[in-house]
């Protein structure tokens, strides 16, 4: 009589444990799925962004400054103390500038990983991506992974939730160095004047 009451506790306790598992996982599952739509609503709504900057680079080198974007397409990324490089486009082309060294070099968008932030109605549900969701700590990661125009790198966007706000990005290059920008004092939904995103006249001009 004794065993059989210990084994039938056992197996209640089994039971128990599963299903406080389960209900975990669900509980789980409905929170992430929720992150996952709320991302793609504020991305669906995003349209424009200013922010201060952080950048820090695989050597560990630290650059500030600040970032404007008018979706699709424009971009401006001015760099301060120094000021001497202008990141800017206008859909196009990624206009590359020292203002030390009076270089300016262009880069189609669609060859870079930024493409997929810019020049693109970011649609998560695109089969053609190849991007890996996650959520820990109220942290929402994406990573978008080798798409057609970005091979051998990838780019992460990393939001905060409760409420949304995308917080920083990393750019992995094809030797595996990383770029981390993270965002300060961002603000959406503000008219950034079309004139930031048209770069400056330095004179010589390149294009890879």
Same mark, same amino acid.
């Given at each position: 009589?004794?065993?059989?009451?210990l084994?039938?506790?056992?197996?209640l306790?089994?039971?128990?444990?599963?299903?406080?598992?389960?209900?975990?996982?669900?509980?789980s599952?409905a929170?992430?799925?929720?992150?996952?739509?709320?991302?793609?609503?504020?991305?669906d709504?995003?349209?424009?962004?200013?922010?201060?900057?952080?950048?820090?680079?695989?050597?560990?080198?630290?650059?500030?400054?600040?970032?404007y974007?008018?979706l699709?397409?424009?971009l401006?990324?001015?760099?301060?103390?120094?000021?001497?490089?202008?990141?800017?486009?206008?859909?196009?082309?990624?206009? =590359? $500038?020292?203002? *030390?060294?009076k270089? &300016?070099?262009?880069?189609?968008?669609?060859?870079?990983? #930024?493409?997929?932030? %810019?020049?693109?109605?970011?649609?998560l549900d695109?089969?053609?991506?190849?991007m890996?969701?996650?959520?820990?700590d109220?942290?929402?990661?994406?990573?978008?992974?080798?798409?057609?125009?970005?091979?051998?790198?990838?780019?992460?966007?990393?939001?905060?939730?409760?409420? =949304? $706000?995308?917080? *920083?990005?990393?750019? &992995?290059?094809?030797?595996?160095?990383?770029?981390?920008v #993270?965002?300060?004092? %961002?603000?959406?939904?503000?008219?950034?004047s079309?004139?930031?995103?048209?770069?400056?006249?330095?004179?010589?001009?390149?294009?890879?």
């Amino acid at each position: 009589m004794i065993v059989k009451n210990l084994k039938r506790n056992i197996i209640l306790i089994f039971l128990l444990t599963c299903i406080s598992s389960l209900s975990n996982i669900f509980i789980s599952e409905a929170r992430s799925q929720k992150s996952y739509s709320d991302v793609k609503n504020y991305l669906d709504d995003l349209k424009t962004l200013s922010a201060d900057f952080v950048q820090v680079s695989e050597n560990g080198d630290i650059r500030k400054g600040k970032i404007y974007i008018n979706l699709p397409g424009k971009l401006r990324i001015s760099y301060e103390e120094p000021n001497d490089l202008l990141i800017t486009s206008m859909g196009f082309w990624l206009v =590359v $500038q020292n203002r *030390k060294l009076k270089q &300016t070099n262009n880069y189609p968008v669609s060859k870079t990983p #930024l493409n997929i932030f %810019l020049n693109q109605k970011l649609d998560l549900d695109n089969s053609n991506y190849n991007m890996k969701f996650n959520e820990e700590d109220g942290v929402v990661t994406l990573k978008f992974l080798n798409n057609k125009e970005m091979v051998g790198t990838s780019f992460e966007l990393f939001f905060k939730t409760n409420p =949304v $706000q995308l917080k *920083k990005w990393v750019i &992995t290059d094809e030797l595996d160095n990383k770029t981390s920008v #993270l965002f300060q004092n %961002l603000k959406t939904g503000l008219q950034n004047s079309h004139l930031l995103f048209f770069p400056e006249d330095l004179g010589e001009v390149g294009n890879d």
